[in-house]
């Protein structure tokens, strides 16, 4: 047996060094901590998610069930989803999701008390057809210009036909339907037809931030994908190589372990660091430049991890100056995690939030705290500086999840750190752990 095990070690030692070699990485890792959230199996492996198939399933059922609840408390007969992430929350229907993101085509009808209808993309309804969170599958009428071309209107009154025939069916004599996203032309299409517009954003935002356990276990496995893309981008950060080779990494770990897409490209370094949103680019690295990056990684199951990292290019040691920002991050996170807890308003935690530094303030970033869940969602809490246009509400849920994002700035570098968290009522459970440059 240990024969057999040591062959195994051995096989895997050969793979991870043809592995480093191939991507022309050194073989020494700079980081033994961040060397761990690499795949123990191997580097050339994708990671393999360890979530029972149960866990995934109550999930589904519980967001459905929730957001059915929603649709009651707003007095609606159903709602109607074409936002890709929602019908991604009501069903767990992926298909085509971000093409689908500016090409109107998929659409869901989940009314309060009947049916779960889904309308895909025709010649894919294979594709969900192992969903028990879809009651009836039906072909998608789209009508796009792209491809109605004249006969737009015969296409948006055949949709518009089909939907108010369902709510006349299943609505139980209820005509209102909230509706996250509508084209005016539909929407008119529908009242003419007698139906009442009902705004579905509250609906499905305030749904979506009501987090079960069994999802907080999903989101838990996307962050460790993310965080071995992150390993990966942490030892790629060498001299040479470019913004645009590094935030691949990212993208390669996250597809090969069954991740969606990255919503951005925020990889950055050195001067090109502040102003903050540059996107990445070919500009290679140099030794002891910072490198600053915002993850915005949608990855398995389709939940977000959201976590953003700052580390010198070579891994040389930070300047005074470096250190001094990102010491002040740090303390911004320690801060205003300490203090939120359930059922504490956003005005209080506004009264009570860390202050950034006066010499900072040109620099910020305009938030403290925002929902992640599917993707970046409600709540959005704004900096102490900024409160003055933020919206009413409370962390009063216990399965609500939000970041902590402190982003502090010098004159000509950016520190970005940033972590997940969810609220508890004993205040707030953190559920990322890749380490910080603290050594």
Not at 194 to 210: D, N
Not at 329 to 355: G, T, Y
Request: charged letters at 30%; proline letters at 4%; glycine letters at 6%.
């Amino acid at each position: 047996m240990r024969e057999r095990g040591a062959g195994r070690r051995t096989s895997t030692a050969v793979r991870l060094e043809r592995f480093w070699k191939s991507h022309a990485m050194t073989l020494i890792f700079k980081d033994a901590r961040k060397r761990e959230y690499l795949n123990a199996e191997g580097a050339d492996k994708p990671l393999k998610s360890p979530v029972p198939a149960e866990t995934l399933e109550r999930a589904r059922l519980y967001r459905l069930s929730n957001l059915r609840a929603a649709v009651i408390a707003h007095d609606c007969a159903a709602i109607l989803l074409y936002d890709p992430v929602n019908i991604r929350y009501a069903l767990d229907a992926a298909n085509m999701q971000v093409w689908c993101l500016h090409n109107a085509t998929r659409y869901a009808l989940v009314f309060a008390q009947g049916p779960a209808i889904l309308f895909d993309y025709k010649g894919a309804e294979h594709v969900v057809q192992h969903l028990a969170t879809i009651d009836e599958l039906r072909p998608a009428t789209s009508w796009l210009y792209m491809s109605a071309g004249e006969r737009l209107k015969e296409r948006v009154d055949a949709w518009a036909d089909e939907i108010v025939d369902l709510v006349r069916s299943h609505g139980g004599g209820n005509r209102r339907i909230a509706i996250d996203k509508i084209e005016p032309l539909g929407l008119k299409a529908l009242e003419d037809r007698g139906l009442h517009y009902v705004e579905g954003q509250e609906l499905t935002e305030i749904a979506r931030a009501r987090k079960s356990d069994d999802e907080i276990t999903l989101m838990k496995w996307t962050i460790r994908v993310c965080e071995a893309g992150m390993a990966r981008m942490y030892e790629a950060s060498e001299p040479g190589r470019s913004e645009r080779e590094i935030w691949a990494e990212l993208h390669f770990e996250n597809a090969r372990s069954g991740g969606d897409w990255l919503e951005t490209k925020l990889l950055t370094i050195g001067a090109r660091t502040n102003p903050w949103y540059g996107e990445c680019s070919d500009y290679e690295g140099r030794a002891g430049e910072m490198v600053s990056f915002d993850t915005d990684m949608i990855g398995p199951y389709g939940y977000c991890a959201d976590l953003s990292r700052s580390w010198t290019c070579g891994h040389t040691r930070m300047s005074n100056k470096q250190r001094q920002l990102y010491d002040v991050a740090l303390e911004q996170i320690e801060h205003n995690c300490s203090i939120i807890k359930a059922d504490m308003s956003f005005a209080e935690f506004n009264e009570r939030s860390w202050r950034i530094p006066e010499r900072y303030r040109p620099y910020r970033y305009s938030l403290a705290v925002h929902g992640v869940g599917l993707a970046d969602e409600w709540p959005v809490v704004p900096l102490h500086t900024d409160f003055h246009r933020a919206h009413g509400g409370y962390f009063q849920r216990e399965h609500d999840r939000l970041r902590r994002e402190p982003h502090c700035r010098g004159r000509r570098r950016e520190h970005q750190a940033e972590t997940q968290v969810r609220v508890t009522a004993h205040g707030v459970e953190r559920l990322d752990t890749f380490p910080w440059e603290t050594e």
